[in-house]
């Protein structure tokens, strides 16, 4: 009998444990819900109080074409947000998609200022007779562009303006050993390049593998073709294994006087 009532003592206790736990396991579980809403609400509440609008927008750099104020014009036309929801990265890329900019920098300072650090790009060609291009081969546009002058002119009858622009770089690139620069690039309607350089030597290139043709002069220049500077009109490296040169006029008479007066010395 005492130990039925001992039994029954133990299993009442149990249950009032168990109870106990389970009671203070959702207390908790209502404490930190409740904890973590307050944390959501302060937050958010926070967030919107820093969250100010933009009250200035500092756009610097050095600029020779772009315009501060067309800049800041841009800028305002992508401002979708407040002093944190603002989206620079959004911003960043809509600035480097003018033709004009060439790098982005964008930092917020507190309280509302946005801070618009600007790289102008640089016009490396002309495009014909009126228009410029940049290192990407997009068109530039200069309304005063009488210091460009000196810039090398690309012409072209097929193709983009960035095949051009890379065709040109890679070209002024491995002409470099030779001190040979690119004055004037072409391309005609079927594809064939031409291009001029400073001695005013022409360069006929043909349609395919330009590199390999260019590389090839380059061994032949150093080679000894370079003392001859003076006297090339053209190079013709349209040839498979080699290249054809075509002396200027003033040579071509030289030469025949030579051989005239060597006749008549001769003859006397």
Do not use: C
Request: glycine share 6%; hydrophobic share 40%.
């Amino acid at each position: 009998m005492n130990k039925q009532v001992t039994q029954g003592a133990n299993f009442k206790n149990a249950s009032k444990q168990r109870f106990s736990d389970s009671f203070s396991e959702k207390f908790l579980r209502l404490v930190m819900v409740l904890v973590f809403a307050a944390v959501i609400v302060g937050g958010d509440h926070i967030y919107k109080q820093i969250d100010t609008p933009l009250s200035r927008i500092v756009v610097g750099g050095e600029f020779k074409h772009l315009q501060k104020e067309e800049l800041a014009n841009l800028v305002n036309g992508q401002i979708d947000g407040g002093f944190l929801s603002m989206n620079l990265n959004q911003l960043r890329e809509q600035l480097q998609g003018h033709p004009w900019v060439h790098e982005v920098s964008i930092r917020r300072e507190w309280p509302s200022t946005l801070k618009v650090e600007v790289v102008e790009e640089v016009p490396i060609a002309r495009l014909g007779k009126q228009g410029f291009l940049n290192r990407l081969g997009d068109q530039l546009e200069i309304a005063d562009n009488s210091n460009l002058r000196s810039l090398p002119v690309l012409r072209a009858e097929f193709g983009s303006t960035q095949d051009m622009i890379q065709q040109y770089q890679l070209l002024a690139e491995l002409l470099i050993p030779t001190s040979l620069k690119l004055t004037e690039l072409q391309r005609d309607s079927v594809g064939a390049w031409q291009a001029a350089t400073d001695p005013g030597i022409r360069l006929i290139l043909g349609r395919d593998e330009i590199a390999e043709k260019i590389r090839r002069l380059v061994i032949v220049w150093q080679s000894g073709l370079s003392l001859q500077s003076d006297n090339i009109e053209t190079i013709d490296l349209r040839y498979p294994n080699g290249l054809a040169v075509s002396w200027r006029e003033s040579v071509l008479a030289d030469s025949k006087d030579q051989v005239l007066l060597k006749n008549v010395s001769n003859s006397a």
